[in-house]
């Protein structure tokens, strides 16, 4: 099993830069993929930015530039870097993992979230 924890977010104000970190404690070697997902109340939980093999990333088009994921497989971390944040950045933002884990002697494909952190950009 997985475990998350988010550390970070607040409130900033636009242009700003803040770093959301998240720490996987857990069957850690088995975690295949990890990600930050965001939601505003009322839509859905989108996602910012991914990364599956510890070097390539995947960026929602509207932080391409701005924000930067980072992945530690020692410290089994992943920190999401954001510059030049804008209001429309607001949103609760969360840590995501998938990960292998054997069932009945089956592969399962788990996915585990964390519990959200709170990011407000004031204009």
């Known amino acids: 099993q997985v475990r998350l924890m988010e550390s970070g977010g607040g409130l900033v104000q636009a242009g700003g830069s803040m770093r959301l970190s998240c720490a996987a404690s857990?069957?850690?070697?088995?975690?295949?993929?990890m990600a930050w997902y965001r939601q505003v109340a009322g839509k859905q939980r989108e996602l910012v930015a991914d990364?599956?093999?510890?070097?390539?990333?995947n960026y929602h088009e509207s932080v391409k530039g701005r924000f930067a994921i980072s992945r530690d497989n020692v410290k089994n971390t992943v920190s999401l870097q954001m510059n030049s944040l804008k209001p429309e950045d607001t949103a609760v933002y969360y840590c995501?993992?998938?990960?292998?884990?054997?069932?009945?002697?089956?592969?399962?494909?788990?996915?585990?979230w964390g519990q959200g952190t709170l990011v407000t950009i004031t204009s």
């Open positions: 857990g069957s850690t070697s088995s975690i295949l993929a």
């Open positions: 995501y993992a998938e990960y292998l884990d054997v069932v009945d002697g089956r592969d399962m494909y788990i996915e585990v």
């Open positions: 990364m599956h093999d510890g070097r390539s990333a």
